[in-house]
């Protein structure tokens, strides 16, 4: 089992900054790639950014060049998010997932961007 907490979500003006972050506890050592995705409402959740064993990334076009994932070694995982705007506004969750065992996911922690 793993279990994921995030925070720093909150209120920010369009064109600020925020820094999401997830602690991992539990059986981590089989993670395989860990996430944060998003969900708005009324609309599906969307992966937002991936970091997958090894180091390796991706993000979704929406956020490419203003939000960067990365990991410290202690099972911390980031979400630095620049330049934002209304349109980011949703929950974000943190997701982790161990090869036959599934993914994992975090209770969400809530952005608002105000234009």
């Known amino acids: 089992q793993v279990h994921l907490m995030e925070s720093g979500g909150g209120l920010v003006q369009a064109g600020g900054s925020l820094r999401l972050s997830c602690a991992a506890s539990?059986?981590?050592?089989?993670?395989?790639?860990w996430g944060w995705y998003r969900q708005a409402p009324g609309k599906e959740r969307e992966l937002v950014a991936r970091?997958?064993?090894?180091?390796?990334t991706n993000y979704a076009d929406s956020v490419k060049g203003r939000f960067t994932i990365s990991k410290n070694a202690v099972n911390t995982l980031y979400l630095q998010m620049n330049s934002l705007n209304p349109e980011d506004t949703a929950v974000y969750y943190c997701?982790?997932?161990?090869?036959?065992?599934?993914?994992?996911w975090g209770q969400g922690t809530q952005v608002t961007v105000s234009s």
């Open positions: 970091i997958i064993s090894g180091g390796s």
């Open positions: 539990g059986d981590t050592t089989h993670i395989f790639h």
């Open positions: 997701s982790a997932f161990v090869p036959d065992s599934g993914t994992y």
